[in-house]
């Protein structure tokens, strides 16, 4: 069974202070590693989709990258509003599902 | 930019009614999703649908669930008898292509049975 484990659950910082979160996946043949940004009450928005061991994507403090068996979103100087849950979703073999991990809850204090 | 959207924001239900929960994809997109969430939990797949035919399906889409595209920009997801396990945020993803396409998600349908 396709697993999706992020770490940590939560994460407080401030302002400026970058730091790392981490989603390692089980899956048999992935085909694709997504992140994406959920604030509370809203639907998951997209931010990275992720192929291959070694690709990076970069999105204003946010960057992604992705190992055989991990993936992480780094966060360089966050700001208040970057404050929300990363969520990291998986496909793998023939499947379109995503398979989602239970999200990071990221609080930046100003 | 293109949105999905859905309707109700908000829904609360009795036990044993029928619930019809609406989505319009992206207009350029033919593979429609719905998810949900239970409060506190993860995100979890529920069907994937394309050409008018479910493509895959999880254990939690049971004979209560159903689908439907009536028209060329609705999605719909049918419970036909609720139950208060079902409370939960249901969000409908749309994605241009095949399931490996990114997948875009609505801002979700919140049910309460109650």
């Known amino acids: 069974e396709d697993q999706v484990t992020q770490s940590p659950e939560a994460l407080r910082l401030q302002e400026g202070e970058s730091s790392s979160l981490n989603c390692s996946y089980t899956v048999s043949g992935l085909r694709g590693l997504f992140w994406y940004r959920q604030d509370p009450g809203k639907g998951p928005e997209f931010l990275f989709t992720?192929?291959?061991a070694g690709e990076e994507k970069e999105k204003e403090r946010l960057k992604a990258t992705l190992t055989k068996k991990e993936s992480f979103l780094h966060i360089t100087a966050p700001k208040p509003e970057d404050s929300a849950t990363y969520l990291c979703?998986?496909?793998?073999?023939?499947?379109?599902?995503?398979?989602f991990g239970k999200g990071t809850k990221l609080t930046v204090n100003p | 930019e293109p949105e999905v959207t859905q309707t109700p924001s908000h829904q609360v239900t009795q036990m044993g009614q029928e619930v019809i929960l609406r989505c319009v994809p992206i207009s350029n997109h033919l593979y429609f999703y719905w998810y949900r969430q239970i409060l506190g939990q993860k995100v979890e797949f529920l069907v994937s649908?394309?050409?008018?035919?479910?493509?895959?399906k999880s254990e939690i889409f049971d004979d209560q669930f159903s689908v439907e595209r009536p028209d060329g920009s609705n999605f719909t997801l049918k419970i036909r008898s609720t139950k208060l396990e079902d409370s939960a945020m249901y969000f409908c993803?749309?994605?241009?292509?095949?399931?490996?396409?990114?997948?875009?998600f609505g801002p979700g349908t919140r049910l309460l049975v109650l």
């Open positions: 993803a749309s994605s241009k292509d095949r399931g490996w396409e990114t997948q875009y």
């Open positions: 979703a998986v496909q793998a073999g023939g499947s379109e599902k995503l398979v």
């Open positions: 992720l192929y291959s």
């Open positions: 649908f394309y050409n008018n035919e479910i493509s895959e």
